[in-house]
T-cell receptor
Framework: DTGVSQNPRHKITKRGQNVTFRCDPI?????LYWYRQTLGQGPEFLTY????????KSRLLSDRFSAERPKGSFSTLEIQRTEQGDSAMYLC???????????FGPGTRLTVL | AQSVAQPEDQVNVAEGNPLTVKCTYS??????LFWYVQYPNRGLQFLLK??????LVKGSYGFEAEFNKSQTSFHLKKPSALVSDSALYFC???????????FGAGTRLAVHP
């Protein structure tokens, strides 16, 4: 499968713990995006990278959230000191310069107890 | 504020009948518009996009969408619905064309035999 992959698919954690998610984009795609989706809502933009540069961050991305894409390939999203409100599906997408549509991974479902 | 509205939470249609899923947007400049579909336990799948040119765009699985600049709408259509079209549909807009997507809340399409 050469699509976008995300790991883990599910994560259950206790409030206050740190979690890290990984996204592997389609191999030749230089743009990578993170979104968050809660029940009954559409995905909300969090941040995006072009190669290794983080070019935009949403106001939704509090200081507890950090994202990296160190070599311009895979990306990680870390949430520190998780809160119950962080429970959501975290989606990753990738795209190629000049191709506007984004291709989404299956998501990581986070549950904070 | 930039936004996308999908006024119907759910659309019900009989198999074989035409379907329309509505979307309106509010964004400055010339928007890039998209439709995505989400099946249970699967990632968002790209259906079609409007960038420029013909107001009627054709996409995957027999879907098409009509861009109406004066009404700021981008309704999704299909001449003959299939039961397998039952899913959650999201309209999205990219204000800058190359970065974040702003999604609507989604419309659940139910096609009955």
């Amino acid at each position: 499968d050469t699509g976008v992959s995300q790991n883990p698919r599910h994560k259950i954690t206790k409030r206050g713990q740190n979690v890290t998610f990984r996204c592997d984009p389609i191999s030749e795609h230089n743009r990578l995006y993170w979104y968050r989706q809660t029940l009954g809502q559409g995905p909300e933009f969090l941040t995006y990278f072009q190669n290794e540069a983080q070019l935009e961050k949403s106001r939704l991305l509090s200081d507890r959230f950090s994202a990296e894409r160190p070599k311009g390939s895979f990306s990680t999203l870390e949430i520190q000191r998780t809160e119950q409100g962080d429970s959501a599906m975290y989606l990753c997408a990738s795209s190629l310069d000049g191709i506007n549509e984004q291709f989404f991974g299956p998501g990581t479902r986070l549950t904070v107890l | 504020a930039q936004s996308v509205a999908q006024p119907e939470d759910q659309v019900n249609v009989a198999e074989g009948n035409p379907l329309t899923v509505k979307c309106t947007y509010s964004v400055s400049g010339n928007p890039y518009l998209f439709w995505y579909v989400q099946y249970p336990n699967r990632g968002l799948q790209f259906l079609l996009k409007y960038i420029t040119g013909d107001n009627l765009v054709k996409g995957s699985y027999g879907f098409e969408a009509e861009f109406n600049k004066s009404q700021t709408s981008f309704h999704l259509k299909k001449p003959s619905a299939l039961v397998s079209d039952s899913a959650l549909y999201f309209c999205a807009v990219s204000p800058g064309g190359y970065n974040k997507l702003i999604f609507g809340a989604g419309t659940r399409l139910a096609v009955h035999p």
